[in-house]
């Protein structure tokens, strides 16, 4: 195959005039471990050569091998053709002595202000001329800057060559002490590492719910398991998954060891419900020749997985009674030994559940794109080290917290005691008190009150609630700093043990982290007297059979404030995820999308008044089993300060007859058949202020 190319490049070369002695070619393979669809690019060579060089390249970009047999997926050949030497012009000797007298001057900031710099035309430079920064050489086509420092010499070819001519001035080492310039760059080089892994998530999913809808999060941590910066994900994520580091800490002190990666969802154990796997790779140093790697950060990317076994297909049921019924548990999972995934154990424990994965393929697929996600933050954080040393990365870590303690502070010196009552449409009630100590600016947020444990799947785990928290104090400040575990070191979160926000096992958790996070973001909002309630729910859908599987949350109204509007059908609080687009739904899925608009009157009244909701009409063409965990189909989004409630939330089912339609409840579950219609209309912000 490659000598036919090779040969087939050669006579289209061949045939624009250029002879077989002017002609290279360079031959690509593309490998692929067998059952992935990650190729990369290696030389033709022999086969112990190309694989080789595909393993260090997988490696390099991914983080892990894997002990599988690689496919030559494509064989493709370059040739390229040189039409013969080629001549520069050559520059006249210069008969004159001394050097170019420059034309003028002109203006030009540089290094650190403004300066005269000496102005010349390339055409009456000669051979050897020497034009010493700072300066600027013009011709018709081109403009050259000489900074100070640098010099340029004319080429007898008609070139310049720039070279420095004077050292570089020695810098000054960067010491540990906070300085606000360089607390500003840390942050961002922080968030963009964070931001970077998100990209390269994003880039190598397999599955609709990471790659296009963008259910994913990523994240920095220190040794310690602090929170130190993410990239603007999933807030309900961010929040929250510290608690999955500190177990992965905890549960392994004293054997993690470089190349190790490990999984996490199990809702007692760190996570927070089933279908959101957190991917924790520890961050070592690079040791001296005889030394032992030392842990120095850890990162992380938690990921939504649409299909993560349960008794619904989508994984989101709605009649959940035990964490058993909602999935396959990943409980401190080893993924990858010492660079390279434990694919067939972790097949085995999708498969191999009381009610396993209907997808175990892109499961794994996903795994593997979190797990090269955290390579990037790793060799992100590592080239950070070796600029500016490990002693002042890790400073400006805890610096990092320290100015997200003291903005969260600040605020808390102005807030007032609150509390509310918030109940949800099942009839439990989150009750919140906050009590500020302004003198000592710090807050207590006491949840005692709270509904017990509920038999449903309503029950947040506590790390939820800390999620929760976290974000709501994190948008009181208007400041541009990470989300990170400062802001929550002011803040005394009590909440009572047995409670449907600290329940135990076995209960059911899948709604917690969708619905009761927004409510407990509700109830916190309406203590603290900030805005209207934003809708309060993420609207969760899941459609599905035995051959596919779909999630997606639905966009609401968010709720208005003093001074400002809610906005219509978006996003609200703890979800920042975004919906498929219909050609990839469509094409993805079996599935029509009829309509998907801003529903008319949703929003609540006021002087400023609520956003409106959506209505969304999906067609099944083929028979599925449909999910709804949904929130304020019974209870309105609260109004604040005289404004009116958003309006309610309702979905029902159009049979293909045209003449049944069928209601569903917010929490429910319906066989669907062939030319269904799916309506589903969320609901509206509620309003601020008298009308």
């Not at 177990?247 to 959101?276: F, I, K, Q």
């Not at 449903?456 to 700093?481: H, K, M």
């Not at 958790?509 to 109830?523: C, F, I, L, M, Y």
């Not at 006021?606 to 063409?621: K, Y």
């Amino acid at each position: 195959v490659r000598d036919d190319l090779a040969e087939r490049t050669r006579a289209e070369l061949r045939a624009d005039g250029i002879p077989d002695s002017a002609v290279t070619t360079r031959a690509r393979i593309l490998l692929r471990y067998a059952g992935t669809d990650a190729s990369l690019p290696v030389a033709h060579g022999t086969v112990a050569a190309m694989a080789r060089e595909f393993t260090e390249a997988h490696r390099a970009r991914y983080g892990f091998t894997m002990d599988k047999p690689l496919v030559a997926e494509a064989v493709s050949v370059e040739a390229t053709g040189t039409a013969g030497p080629h001549t520069a012009p050559r520059t006249a000797v210069r008969t004159g002595e001394g050097p170019p007298r420059p034309l003028g001057t002109v203006r030009m900031f540089t290094g650190d202000g403004w300066r005269d710099a000496a102005l010349h035309r390339r055409d009456t430079l000669r051979a050897e001329d020497v034009v010493r920064g700072p300066a600027v050489v013009a011709e018709d086509d081109a403009t050259t800057v000489v900074d100070p420092g640098w010099q340029a010499t004319a080429g007898t070819a008609g070139h310049l060559v720039l070279s420095r001519a004077e050292p570089r001035p020695g810098r000054t080492a960067l010491g540990t002490r906070v300085d606000p310039v360089m607390l500003e760059v840390f942050n961002n080089l922080f968030m963009s590492i964070a931001e970077q892994m998100g990209v390269r998530l994003e880039n190598t999913a397999h599955s609709v719910n990471i790659k296009e809808r963008l259910d994913f999060s990523c994240a920095l941590f220190d040794a310690d398991g602090g929170l130190v910066a993410n990239a603007p994900h999933i807030p309900v994520h961010l929040g929250s998954m510290g608690e999955s580091i500190e177990e992965v800490l905890r549960r392994n002190a004293g054997t993690l060891r470089p190349g190790d990666v490990y999984a996490v969802n199990d809702p007692y154990h760190g996570g927070t419900h089933l279908p959101d796997v957190t991917v924790v790779s520890p961050v070592f140093d690079e040791p001296a020749h005889g030394e032992r790697a030392r842990l120095r950060f850890l990162v992380a990317s938690r990921g939504h997985h649409a299909e993560i076994g349960g008794i619904t297909p989508g994984s989101m049921p709605a009649f959940s009674r035990t964490v058993d019924e909602e999935g396959v548990l990943f409980d401190n999972w080893l993924l990858v030994r010492d660079g390279t995934l434990r694919e067939a154990e972790t097949r085995r424990l999708l498969t191999g559940a009381a009610h396993p994965s209907r997808d175990p393929d892109t499961n794994l697929a996903d795994l593997r794109a979190q797990i090269a996600a955290n390579e990037k933050g790793i060799t992100e954080l590592r080239r950070m080290t070796r600029q500016f040393g490990q002693d002042v990365v890790e400073a400006y870590m805890g610096h990092v917290q320290d100015n997200a303690e003291e903005s969260v502070r600040r605020i808390v010196a102005g807030l007032r005691d609150g509390s509310c009552r918030y109940e949800t449409d099942n009839g439990a009630v989150i009750a919140v008190r906050v009590d500020v100590d302004r003198e000592a600016r710090r807050a207590v947020i006491d949840f005692e009150g709270t509904s017990p444990q509920q038999s449903g799947n309503f029950n947040a785990p506590r790390s939820v609630v800390t999620a929760a928290v976290l974000y709501v104090f994190r948008t009181l400040v208007e400041e541009d700093i990470p989300l990170n575990s400062g802001c929550l070191k002011p803040l005394d979160i009590r909440v009572p043990e047995g409670s449907m926000l600290a329940p135990v096992h076995p209960a059911a958790t899948v709604a917690g982290n969708v619905e009761t996070s927004q409510a407990v973001t509700g109830a916190l909002y309406a203590a603290l007297g900030v805005q209207a309630e934003g809708s309060g729910t993420m609207n969760n859908l899941t459609f599905g059979n035995d051959r596919i599987q779909y999630y997606e949350t639905v966009a609401s109204g968010s709720g208005a404030g003093e001074g400002f509007d809610g906005a219509d059908a978006v996003q609200t609080h703890m979800t920042n995820s975004r919906l498929t687009d219909p050609e990839i739904l469509e094409w993805r899925y079996p599935v029509l999308l009829e309509s998907f608009g801003v529903r008319e009157a949703g929003g609540g009244t006021g002087r400023w008044h609520g956003g409106s909701g959506a209505e969304r009409r999906i067609r099944f063409l083929e028979p599925v089993t449909v999910a709804l965990l949904s929130g304020h189909r019974r209870v309105p989004p609260y109004g604040m300060a005289g404004g009116g409630p958003g309006a309610l939330g309702e979905q029902y089912v159009e049979r293909a007859d045209g003449r049944t339609v069928t209601p569903l409840e917010g929490c429910d579950t319906a066989a669907l058949d062939t030319g269904d219609v799916l309506v589903l209309r969320t609901p509206g912000g509620g309003g601020y202020g008298r009308p």
